[in-house]
């Protein structure tokens, strides 16, 4: 069992940054593959990016392609969504999932998620 927590979430201003966070309780993430993805109000969840276990491969939505990056260091347990450039659409609850194997934009693919991190980005 992996059990997920996102930090980092908060209000900025448009074209500020933050960090996300998401780090597993007990465990590494050594062979996980993590991703993040984001559900705004009255949408549906949907991808934002994805990191390989190794780390050496990742993914992004292209809404936030050239904007967001995701990294992760397998000797230390968290990963990070670094965004940048924040617009008022950024805004939503931020989840991270995990699962064994390759990573996918696929929500369905992931068996473990955090409980989730509020990202606000005003105008």
């Known amino acids: 069992q992996v059990q997920l927590v996102e930090s980092g979430g908060g209000l900025v201003q448009a074209g500020g940054s933050l960090r996300l966070s998401c780090a597993a309780s007990?465990?590494?993430?050594?062979?996980?593959?993590l991703g993040w993805f984001r559900q705004a109000p009255g949408k549906e969840r949907e991808f934002v990016a994805a990191?390989?276990?190794?780390?050496?491969?990742?993914s992004y939505a292209d809404s936030v392609k050239g904007r967001f990056t995701i990294s992760r260091d397998n000797a230390k347990n968290p990963v990070y969504l670094q965004m940048n450039s924040l617009k008022p659409a950024d805004t939503a609850v931020y989840y991270c999932?995990?699962?064994?194997?390759?990573?996918?934009?696929?929500?369905?693919?992931?068996?473990?998620w955090g409980q989730g991190t509020q990202v606000t980005v005003s105008s």
């Open positions: 990191v390989s276990w190794s780390g050496g491969n990742a």
């Open positions: 007990g465990r590494t993430f050594s062979g996980y593959a």
């Open positions: 999932a995990a699962r064994m194997g390759i990573y996918s934009d696929s929500e369905y693919m992931y068996n473990y």
